[in-house]
């Protein structure tokens, strides 16, 4: 079940982050299982905003979550992360089906958009198959240049990030 977060939520969040995480080891991107999780802050201004959903796992608890913001007229997907055991259960998918809804419903968005990895199967083919779309860097909005250029700055191959999208119904 996927649904906005409530504050009681939001305690569980930092642990679903680095469970997520660990999905990295043994990959080109290892360094990112050491990561810190999201500021509470920023989990508490996304959930206050109606930007943060969860997805809740067997026992009823947030198992995975999904935090979006405006970014240059999209929707931007900042973060999604499944708790490791509850992986390939469609938790993902369903978390990404609940932004792109929401984005569709706003009626202000033009559409949503996130930045990843290219090549790691739970990243770029996992969101091509959900109908995104690489955005040529010609394209690149300016906030999402500069999100890709942060990210090369905080340890992504730049070679191997890209921003992806989908467009949204006019």
Known sequence: MIRLARSTDLAFLPDIERSAAERFQGTAMAWAAAGDPLPPADLAQAAAAGLLWVASGDDGLPAGF??????????????????????GRGLGRD????????????????????????????????????????????????????RLRAEADAGFDPARRCAMRLTLPG
């Not at 913001?69 to 509850?86: C, I, K, N, R, Y």
């Not at 706003?106 to 990895?117: E, S």
């Not at 199967?121 to 999402?144: C, K, T």
Request: proline fraction near 8%; charge should be neutral.
């Open 66 to 87: 999904a935090l979006a913001q405006p970014m240059d007229g999209d929707l931007f997907l900042a973060e999604m992360s499944v708790a490791l055991p509850m992986q």
């Open 95 to 146: 978390l990404l089906r609940a932004v792109v809804e929401h984005a569709r419903a706003a009626r202000v968005y033009r559409g949503v958009a996130l930045t990843t990895d290219r090549e790691l199967p739970w990243n770029g083919p996992f969101y091509r198959r959900q109908g995104f779309a690489e955005v040529p860097d010609a394209q690149l909005a300016p906030a999402l240049r500069a």
